[in-house]
């Protein structure tokens, strides 16, 4: 974006954990391979504020219609809900709420 004269940084990241996306690929849904590893974001304006931007997990997850794949993206709501509140963050509501 600096390219276009924008002064804004953004970075984006891919978080996840192997383990606990291998339990829901393949024997519940191979598709869960489009949200696992979750995308992220830390992105501002020059001078700040950082903001950090994030797929809820429950959604992305839930929208396959599956019990199993549903449990998974909720207990990543609840590990990305704890990662926060170690960094000192903000908890969302609706990540303490699935």
């Not at 974006?1 to 996306?21: E, P, V």
């Not at 020059?46 to 959604?59: C, E, L």
């Not at 549903?70 to 969302?92: C, I, M, Q, S, Y």
Request: charged share 15%; aromatic share 10%.
């Amino acid at each position: 974006m600096s390219l276009a004269g924008d002064d804004a940084s953004c970075t984006s990241y891919l978080m996840g954990n192997h383990i606990i996306a291998e339990r829901m690929f393949p024997t519940h849904e191979p598709a869960v391979i489009l949200y696992a590893p979750l995308h992220t974001a830390i992105w501002g304006p020059a001078g700040g504020p950082a903001h950090f931007t994030f797929d809820q997990p429950s959604d992305q997850f839930g929208s396959f219609g599956n019990v199993e794949v549903t449990a998974g993206g909720v207990e990543l709501d609840r590990k990305l809900a704890a990662l926060l509140f170690h960094l000192g963050v903000t908890v969302p509501d609706a990540l303490l709420t699935t």
